[in-house]
């Protein structure tokens, strides 16, 4: 250490950077003071909602290791952090230093132990990405005018910047022996914890520098822009993120990208897009991907935080930038993708978190398949599109024994467990969780079955009251004899109800019962034509059966009964005799005949009785049945729809449209966590004009609308 000071000291400038390095240690040592209280609370939670037993109890030897071993960590911190700032004041190459995981072994040398150095990489640069945006202008001026004192040297981390003292951390959690996973919670503690304080002392530097008379050199003062910015590409270059550099956002990168990102996806999505090659071969540096794919970053996230979006990370690193520009390009894609998923209000944190795990798979699978953009039916978007779609009934977040979110999670291990180069097993998975979920809405509308037979039942009685009502009132005229109008209206409705069922008008036993009403009107009515008596005499048995058969059904007592045969007898002899008066007025030399004779003969004799006169239908026939125009039609929601019912000040309910009537008249609208709740036609209507009901609609999926979403961010 006397010889890394005495070296400092001897440079130009070397006592202003001492100063600031000092500044900075004093106040992130003061920091860590009080950290460690932090972290022994933080990893006493993870322990306490952990299901795997080897972690909860990793987490458990972690806290008593934060407790005990305290000193050392932060005397470990202040030894990395000093030789981190006397190595970054040397001149390097950063290519030869980075510290991401660099792919360069064959396929067989990969092993759990690089997998280890990926996965801290990976988290070291989310941390130190969101510290990056956390210390925001301040940073970008610190390190201006920290360059303006630092020796020529290639573009790396500053000696004082996030990742500096992030990676000085973690190397002092080495003293963590409990396992990787717990120095990861411990840096990720750090940044949640520190990053304010981590701002203040950059705040401080600034300060303190200003003081030193170190000003911002002039370009950066005129253009304001930061160190990533001022080395944006020049048209003539590749547009490459330089080496070593982490990308700081989804925004950043597009934008250094967006003109050759706009080209490249409007070409994805045109006809030529939908027919573009796939890759032939599969790259050897596909390996990497596996293993991150297979790795338990993935799986060992908590489903139920934000999600972390692992490609925004990898699109940064070394290896991405060793691809080719359209690989490169399908890597910012794939990430603005998912940025756009996770963003998605209508998924629950629970269905982000499960897709977090198909980054890989779908990288992947976007890599070998060009089609995967334009597609809407790649299987690989299916999946994510039925994965989304599904959880919508999480109305709250799903408890970690839900029966669905571990039959997702299985289909997703099983994805990331098998996937190589063969899009198949998207679509095998697909269809596991397809037959899965039908399954589980047979179970669901086995359970509403009672209650969706008697929504019906009442649907079925309701129209079969204003049909009947409506049809009678067309046939039934003042005219008519008093006792048939009655005997309609009070005996053979209820014949007529009993016989409206599902069908509707279309009910075979309903068309002939509405037939018995026309035939019954048609017999009473004056017989003027020899034909029209003949056809009354052939007729007649078969009406008076299909009456008597009526009025048993629909249990009408036998006086009544009896009673109204009466009074027929009477209606259908005057029907006889009316008729034959008009005939012989308009035709006095005509004999009777035969017929009339019959007719007569079947009959007892009565009194002539006069009812209707004219508008005689000539023959008999059998009118078509009447037609109820429906209501002007509104957008409904359709069976199988989720909908938000919001109930005054009570909180909100999903529902799933789970069972309509035949004829759209009831809704029965159930979960599986919820009993349901029954809707009128017109209160639906009422409630989805008001807001109260709102359709949740994924529209062509939650990939398309993320696409379009993208193509609309780009171009504007």
Known sequence: ?????????????????????????????????????????????????????????????????????????????????????????????????????????????????????????????????????????????????????????????????????????LSACQQLESGLAARLVALRTFETELSGK??????????????????????????????????????????????????????????????????????????????????????????????????????????????????????????????????????????????????????????????????????????LDAGFFSDKSHPARRLIDRIAEASLEWQDEPAEDDARLRKFAELIAEVARTFSDDATIFQTALDSLDRWLDAESNEIDASISEQAEALLAGEISELAQATVQTLLEQRLKPAHPPVVVAFVHEQWRAALVAAYDGNGEAAPLFIERLAVVDDLLWSIAPKVRPEDRLQLVNTLPALLAKLEKGMRDAEVADEVRKGFFSELVQLHASAIRQGLKQALAAEPAAPAGPVIEQAIAIRPAAPEVEYITDEVPDTFHEPEPSVIEPAAAIAFPVRGDWVEWLDGGAPPRRLRVGWISPQGTRFLLTSRNDKGLTLMRHEVEAHLASGALRVIALGAGVTEDAFSLLRDALIT
């Open 1 to 169: 250490m006397q010889t890394a000071r005495a070296q400092s000291e001897a440079r130009p400038s070397a006592g202003t950077l001492i100063a600031c390095r000092d500044l900075a240690l004093t106040m992130l040592t003061e920091s860590l003071d009080d950290f460690f209280d932090e972290l022994q609370e933080a990893f006493f939670q993870l322990a306490e909602t952990t299901t795997e037993r080897g972690l909860r109890d990793q987490y458990f030897d972690a806290r008593v290791e934060a407790q005990t071993k305290k000193d050392a960590i932060i005397a470990a911190f202040k030894q990395q952090f000093l030789a981190s700032f006397e190595a970054s004041l040397q001149a390097r190459d950063s290519r030869g230093e980075s510290s991401f995981f660099q792919v360069n072994l064959a396929p067989d040398a990969l092993s759990l132990v690089a997998n280890d150095e990926y996965e801290a990489s990976l988290t070291l640069s989310s941390v130190t990405n969101a510290m990056q945006q956390k210390g925001g202008d301040t940073l970008a001026q610190l390190e201006q005018r920290l360059a303006t004192l630092l020796p020529e040297r290639s573009e790396t981390a500053g000696p004082l910047s996030p990742k500096a003292i992030c990676e000085a951390f």
């Open 198 to 367: 981590v701002a203040d002392v950059y705040q401080q530097l600034n300060q303190y520098l200003i003081q030193q008379n170190v000003a911002l050199p002039a370009l950066a003062r005129r253009a304001g822009t930061s160190r990533v910015a001022r080395r944006a590409p020049d048209a003539g270059g590749d547009g490459a993120v330089p080496q070593g550099e982490v990308a700081g956002g989804a925004a950043g990168a597009a934008s250094l990208l967006r003109p050759e990102l706009i080209a490249h996806l409007n070409q994805l999505f045109s006809n030529n897009g939908a027919a573009a090659a796939q890759r032939p071969v599969r790259p050897d540096w596909f390996n990497f991907l596996d293993h991150l794919q297979q790795d338990a970053f993935g799986s060992a996230q908590d489903l139920f935080a934000q999600p972390e979006n692992l490609l925004a990370l990898l699109r940064g690193s070394r290896w991405t930038q060793e691809l080719d520009r359209l690989d490169t390009m399908t890597v910012e894609l794939v990430a603005l993708l998912f940025d756009r998923l996770f963003d998605d209000a209508r998924l629950p944190v629970a269905a982000k978190g499960l897709l977090s795990r198909l980054q890989v798979p779908a990288l992947k699978a976007a890599m």
